[in-house]
């Protein structure tokens, strides 16, 4: 286990991060965003507010966790380098989960022992769950950076998600590849080992089927060979393949599909806005994910500019914006709240009310902590980016999917 105090207000914090990743030369940076106001805490000790961060920042997790830990550090660092809140700094305490649950585990108890006011991060539904038996017991609201299951927030009270949900985004894509795409017949490729991907293909099945679609075919990836699978998901002859998986599982499905000769369109959640992604030979691919970060935009170019800054490459993916988004988000509640104590802070996120994210705006209405946002359908031929669509689609109670539907062939 590793743990790392980030204070990101001194020089020193750099030289601890370095064997995590190259972070680039960290200039005091601003964005465009609005300031949070900086009202009074009821506290008057100096001591920093802690807040602790929980990231993969290496194994099958990292291409999404570690650019939303870095998105995390800067806000921090903007924060602090405007006065923090009231004049007392926010310092963000990580620790890398490995991309394992019995890590992640031990990284929530371990910041428990670091006396933080809240926790964030992970960007998948089984490393959150590993994370907040610890969380809840202690009473320590825990704000999820990117993992989308509608069912954490329903089935946790002190949970809250700063991103879509499934239901949201698998619903987004069944209806950009059905109604605006034309494609009516769908092979559907799942990971049956991650909670993530059973719930994401449960949502498009359902969808896609509403809508008149056929699912030729449906299979598991798990203990079968790619290049097995590949042949199965030709002769099935569909004009799409839906791949609910995480990023390294999607790469190397995707990669066989393709040495087989298989041309169709995938597509797939944010788990496939990865770089690993993003690469020639990858064919069509189209997957719903937080937002475009364009530079040229009036919501996202501040930060795409300031990221760049500071690590000295553009952001990798929505993930990055997303961990941007969950500390401010944060730190607004905590400043609300006029405390640091878990107690306050938590009706004080409930509350929270057209908060203005790189990734969208974030309300908490109706004792609901899922944010209704909109889905970004973004469409990639061997890696470069050749379009992208902003799609509406209703939030619906995760209990009304039947997950038995789903069977492996």
Known sequence: MRLYEIRIASVFVFIVLIHIATFGTMALAQTNQDPISLEGLEETSEQ?????????????????????????????????????????????????????????????RDLLAQNVSAMMGLSDTDMVLAALS????????????????PRLAEENEGLFLACFSDDAQARAGAEYAFEEMGLETCTLLVDG????????????KERYLGLGGEITMEAFLNDSDPSILSREAANADPEMIYLAAGPEEAKAMIEAMRRAEIECPVYGGDSLDSLDLKQGGMGRIVFSTHVLLDENSSRTGGFVRDYRAEYGYAPENAFSALGYDTVRLLAEAIDRSGSSNPEAILPSLGNTSEFKGVTGDINYQNGSRIPNKDVTMISLIDGEIMGSEI??????????????????T
């Open 48 to 108: 920093p507010i802690r807040i602790g961060a929980i990231y993969n920042l290496e194994g099958s997790q990292s291409p999404l966790d570690l650019p939303s830990a870095r998105g995390a550090q800067l806000a921090v660092q903007e924060i602090n380098s405007l006065g923090g809140i009231d004049g007392i700094n926010i310092e963000l305490i990580l620790c890398d989960g490995m991309s394992d649950t019995a890590k992640v585990g031990e990284c929530a």
């Open 134 to 149: 610890p969380a809840s017991e202690a009473g320590i609201p825990f704000v999820t950076s990117g993992a989308t299951s």
């Open 193 to 204: 080992n991650m909670e993530y991907a059973r719930l994401l293909a449960g949502y498009f």
């Open 391 to 408: 799609v509406k689609s209703v939030t619906i109670p995760a209990s009304t999917i039947d997950m038995d539907s789903l069977n492996s």
